[in-house]
């Protein structure tokens, strides 16, 4: 597969969680929104990372490691919401994690809150790869 296909595959994939983790948010699945906006930023970060570096992402659901390898100046308070939002992938999968998690943010405003940041990223993301 040539690397424009990989790009593509990563930022058409990463747009469509997006859109679940919206319809999710509309269905009152707070907790499995959470976890679709970590899946959407995840697979922008690598399409990214293809993007900019030509090589292939590492297997990785580290948001602030992904990130890092864009080779973008990214800032202290986006490094924090980066790392909020990788948590809601352990939590979402594991556990005794699991079940804290879906108690915590399963309350509307929060999750509203973590969408908004989600899509904050994303927009800031595709317009810093516009730089590059």
């Not at 990785?60 to 986006?78: C, M, N, R, V």
């Not at 993301?125 to 516009?130: H, N, R, T, V, W």
Request: glycine share 4%.
């Amino acid at each position: 597969m040539t690397k424009s296909k990989v790009i593509d595959f990563w930022m058409e994939s990463s747009k469509k969680d997006f859109e679940v983790a919206n319809g999710l948010f509309k269905l009152k699945h707070f907790p499995q929104a959470l976890f679709f906006c970590h899946l959407s930023l995840e697979k922008l970060l690598k399409g990214l990372i293809v993007k900019h570096t030509k090589e292939n992402p590492p297997f990785s659901h580290d948001l602030e490691k992904l990130a890092i390898l864009t080779g973008f100046e990214i800032s202290k308070k986006y490094f924090n919401i980066l790392n909020e939002i990788s948590s809601f992938n352990i939590a979402g999968r594991y556990g005794d994690e699991k079940f804290e998690f879906y108690k915590k943010f399963n309350k509307k405003d929060i999750v509203e809150k973590y969408l908004n940041l989600t899509k904050e990223l994303i927009l800031w993301l595709k317009k810093e790869s516009q730089k590059k």
